[in-house]
């Protein structure tokens, strides 16, 4: 059933949430039960809107915020290019005062952050971040459902119905709040949104990382501290070490490799070192090819001795006959 409106209220938008941050700090909301929800009243002045919300302090009581429009000074909405691949979500930007009035109703978180967030020399948000279930939407006028469609088609709608109103309704506080009025809901694109949430340590990822969210994944947001660590054996980290790995395989496969052979290298023949045991150019020594020169040189020298000798036998021969 639809909540039922009180008799003033004319136009109700409801968006159910999944996360809410103030920065980063989480507010506590209950995924798909809580709610944010624009209220539109018509009064004796004219138009009055006011953003209706329930949040949790440092000590988990609960706070009930009705907000007036004027305390922003405009509200982001995701657009349809970016309903793939970031959460579906609201930002609320305050002003001065709404900022002020915002810091008074949650004192606990005031106290608790302020000190940590000035040791890393920053400040409190001026913003907050709602992240919305994409699929439920509700527009009900007088307490009677006009329609129900999921964000994307319903945000185009909504905004229609409350630009208008959000003009109408400073129209009344034209003479306190100054400007000429310009379109208060509006779509940011996925750079400037992605700048926005990184600049409070939020990582985009999906509900699988929500604590007691079972139903079909949506995509929220997640404190950077709180992302599980990547496992050391990433693909990343074994690439790293492959080279190292490649080493010690290769070592291990000249060691298998000596095992395979004795365990000993063969040494390769400097052809510039000598050899004492062989001789050189200018070193005499010991040949293996020496007895078989030397017989060579023997059987020449018995064969020259051997002709000379019949040669002084024929001389003398000769000398003999001539005496005779």
Same mark, same amino acid.
């Given at each position: 059933?639809?909540?039922?409106?009180?008799?003033?209220?004319?136009? &109700?938008?409801?968006? %159910?949430?999944?996360?809410?941050?103030?920065?980063?700090?989480?507010?506590?909301?209950?995924? !798909?039960?809580?709610?944010?929800?624009?209220?539109?009243? !018509?009064?004796?002045?004219?138009?009055?809107?006011?953003?209706?919300?329930?949040?949790?302090?440092?000590?988990? @009581?609960?706070?009930?915020?009705?907000?007036?429009?004027?305390?922003?000074? *405009?509200?982001? %909405?995701?657009?349809?290019? @970016?309903?793939?691949?970031?959460?579906?979500?609201?930002?609320?930007?305050?002003?001065?005062?709404?900022?002020?009035?915002?810091?008074?109703?949650?004192?606990?978180?005031?106290?608790?952050?302020?000190?940590?967030?000035?040791?890393?020399?920053?400040?409190?948000?001026?913003?907050?971040?709602?992240?919305?279930?994409? @699929?439920?939407?509700?527009m009900a006028e007088d307490g009677l459902l006009l329609y129900r469609p999921g964000f994307i088609e319903g945000i185009e709608?909504?905004?229609?119905?409350?630009?208008?109103?959000? *003009?109408? %309704?400073?129209?009344?506080?034209?003479?306190?709040?100054?400007?000429?009025?310009?379109?208060?809901?509006?779509?940011?694109d996925s750079q400037d949104f992605t700048a926005y949430y990184k600049r409070f340590g939020l990582r985009n990822t999906e @509900?699988? %990382?929500?604590?007691?969210?079972?139903?079909?994944?949506? &995509?929220?947001?997640?404190?950077?501290?709180?992302?599980?660590?990547?496992?050391?054996?990433?693909? /990343?980290?074994?690439?790293?070490?492959?080279? =190292? =790995?490649?080493?010690?395989?290769e070592e291990e496969d000249e060691d298998k490799d000596e095992e395979e052979d004795g365990g000993e290298e063969e040494e390769?023949?400097?052809?510039?070192?000598?050899?004492?045991?062989?001789?050189?150019? +200018?070193?005499?020594?010991?040949?293996?090819?020496?007895?078989?020169?030397?017989?060579? &040189? &023997?059987?020449?020298?018995?064969?020259? /001795?051997?002709?000379?000798?019949?040669?002084?036998?024929?001389?003398?021969?000769?000398? +003999?006959?001539?005496?005779?």
């Amino acid at each position: 059933m639809l909540p039922q409106a009180s008799p003033d209220v004319r136009l &109700r938008a409801t968006f %159910h949430i999944m996360q809410g941050w103030w920065g980063e700090i989480n507010l506590g909301f209950v995924p !798909l039960t809580s709610t944010v929800v624009f209220n539109r009243f !018509l009064e004796e002045i004219g138009t009055r809107l006011e953003v209706v919300f329930d949040a949790k302090d440092q000590d988990d @009581s609960i706070v009930k915020f009705k907000i007036p429009i004027h305390h922003f000074t *405009e509200v982001w %909405h995701t657009d349809r290019k @970016s309903a793939s691949d970031l959460p579906t979500a609201l930002v609320f930007h305050f002003t001065d005062e709404g900022f002020e009035s915002f810091k008074a109703m949650l004192p606990g978180r005031v106290e608790t952050w302020e000190p940590k967030l000035k040791e890393k020399k920053r400040v409190l948000s001026k913003s907050l971040l709602f992240v919305l279930d994409p @699929s439920d939407f509700i527009m009900a006028e007088d307490g009677l459902l006009l329609y129900r469609p999921g964000f994307i088609e319903g945000i185009e709608l909504f905004k229609l119905n409350y630009n208008e109103q959000w *003009e109408n %309704h400073l129209c009344e506080q034209q003479g306190r709040y100054g400007e000429e009025f310009k379109d208060g809901i509006v779509p940011v694109d996925s750079q400037d949104f992605t700048a926005y949430y990184k600049r409070f340590g939020l990582r985009n990822t999906e @509900s699988e %990382h929500l604590a007691g969210y079972k139903k079909k994944p949506i &995509r929220i947001f997640i404190a950077r501290r709180y992302l599980p660590r990547k496992s050391r054996r990433a693909p /990343k980290r074994r690439q790293r070490r492959k080279p =190292a =790995a490649n080493t010690n395989k290769e070592e291990e496969d000249e060691d298998k490799d000596e095992e395979e052979d004795g365990g000993e290298e063969e040494e390769e023949e400097d052809p510039m070192e000598i050899d004492p045991s062989q001789p050189g150019p +200018s070193q005499p020594g010991p040949s293996t090819s020496a007895p078989r020169k030397k017989a060579v &040189r &023997r059987g020449k020298v018995g064969k020259d /001795k051997k002709k000379k000798e019949e040669k002084e036998k024929a001389y003398m021969s000769d000398i +003999s006959e001539e005496l005779g």
